[in-house]
């Protein structure tokens, strides 16, 4: 039997993910403010994120989060969901991200990830994009 993708748009898997923040900016509807925390970014797309995160986030409150990446030096701060979330590790968490974006956003992010993937068609890394050196994806997956 086959399986029938739902997705919206074409999502862009990373040979080498993106290294990214994530805040939480929102619990059920209240404004807050934390800390940034280091995520990597393992596929994107227009409408979301596939993230790793050492940060253990509940499922069952809505929290509206903060990620901030670069993109062809572009600093981009997008506004997201949970939709997903799964062990990937001993203490690192992956999780499904559904964008949250206005149209000018959503049209700024669609060009960006259209570069992205025809750029990345000739090299895995391109130097005006966060993507993460070997040394952060060493630290990052390496048990704390």
């Known amino acids: 039997m086959a399986v029938t993708n739902h997705r ?3 999502r862009l898997s990373l ?10 900016i929102g ?15 393992v596929d994107i797309s227009a409408g979301g994120l596939r993230i790793h995160s050492k ?9 509206l989060l903060e990620f901030r990446f670069s993109l ?14 799964s062990i990937f590790q001993p203490q690192l968490f992956e999780y499904g991200i559904q964008f949250s974006l206005d ?13 992205l993937h025809i750029r990345l068609r000739q090299t895995n890394v ?16 390496s048990n704390p």
Do not use: W
């Not at 062809?72 to 997201?80: C, N, V």
């Open 72 to 85: 062809f030096d572009k600093q981009m701060k997008i506004l997201g969901t949970l939709t997903r979330k």
């Open 103 to 115: 149209e000018q956003a959503h049209s700024v992010l669609i060009s960006k990830l259209n570069l």
């Open 8 to 10: 919206e748009y074409f």
């Open 27 to 41: 619990i059920n509807q209240v404004m807050v403010d934390t800390k940034y925390a280091q995520i990597i970014v």
């Open 15 to 24: 040979q080498i993910p993106l290294s990214a923040q994530l805040k939480i």
């Open 55 to 63: 940060l253990d986030l509940p499922l069952n409150i809505d929290l």
């Open 126 to 141: 391109i130097s005006s994009c966060s993507f993460c050196s070997e040394e952060e994806l060493k630290d990052f997956y």
